[in-house]
């Protein structure tokens, strides 16, 4: 659960940064793609993470079966 929390606050920051570059419209050096579309998958798989940690923690945390 500590985990899933702390992939949480992650996120959280993660998704202020994509927020940075989508306001001040950086775009990359060579292709002159937007950044924050590059960026975007990180607060995303992070998001995607922390929900997997929560799925998990509470399935150990309901099991009966002691495994």
């Known amino acids: ?3 899933a929390l702390a992939l949480l ?3 959280y920051y993660c998704y202020q940064y994509v927020l940075f ?3 001040n419209g950086r775009v990359s050096n060579s292709l002159r793609v937007p950044m924050y579309l590059l960026m975007l998958c990180a ?3 992070l998001l995607l993470m922390s929900v997997q940690f929560f799925a998990t923690a ?3 945390l ?3 079966d002691g495994a």
């Open 58 to 60: 509470l399935v150990n």
């Open 43 to 45: 607060p995303i798989g």
């Open 9 to 11: 606050v992650v996120t």
């Open 21 to 23: 570059l989508f306001e």
């Open 62 to 64: 309901t099991r009966k």
């Open 1 to 3: 659960m500590i985990t």
